[in-house]
């Protein structure tokens, strides 16, 4: 049958239709016979259309539902995608950033500890020259003192008026070393 408008024939259009009698005609019981047929199986087709419609709409119903569910998926996994893609980046650029902030405290710790060598070594250095010079200082002062020892060896005692009461106190001469060590 043709979709269009303007001719739909419906099963109660086969039942009620009269067709003019003619002479040599067909038998009118098998015509009536038949169109009780033929309007039976347009019923029955009918009907098995409106349900095959009414299936149709179904399915294009859920159809137009899954696209909706495949369309909020797909949004999901791009957004999924997108947000992994950015915390990714965060990631890095906030590791960067701590490995830059090491470098530098690792820059600053090292600059601290050469400072510190750097101090304690002008520290060694300037202790080294007071033991040298202390040292020196008493290598002057024991060679002075043995100098006055072996003069006071080589001379002969002297007799002071002075030395005499501690000469008579102790039973000895004060050596001049220690007179020198006394008036300094």
């Known amino acids: 049958m043709n979709d269009d408008e303007s001719f739909r024939l419906m099963p109660v259009d086969v039942r009620n239709q009269v067709f003019a009698r003619v002479m040599r005609g067909y038998d009118i019981a098998s015509v009536e016979e038949f169109k009780v047929r033929v309007a039976e199986e347009m019923d029955r087709l009918r009907r098995s259309n409106q349900d095959l419609e009414a299936k149709a709409r179904g399915f294009h119903e859920q159809l137009r539902a899954f696209r909706e569910r495949d369309k909020a998926l797909n949004d999901a996994l791009v957004s999924a995608q997108q947000l992994r893609s950015e915390i990714r980046e965060q990631a890095e650029r906030e590791s960067h950033l701590?490995?830059?902030?090491?470098?530098?405290?690792?820059?600053?710790?090292?600059?601290?500890?050469?400072?510190?060598?750097?101090?304690?070594?002008?520290?060694?250095e300037q202790l080294e020259r007071s033991r040298r010079a202390y040292l020196s200082h008493l290598r002057t002062i024991v060679e002075r003192q043995l100098s006055e020892i072996e003069a006071a060896s080589a001379e002969p005692p002297q007799h002071d008026d002075n030395n005499a009461g501690d000469q008579q106190r102790h039973g000895r001469q004060t050596p001049a070393w220690l007179n020198s060590l006394i008036k300094e």
């Open 98 to 124: 701590i490995l830059r902030e090491a470098r530098a405290e690792g820059e600053r710790l090292i600059d601290a500890a050469r400072a510190e060598i750097e101090r304690l070594q002008r520290e060694v």
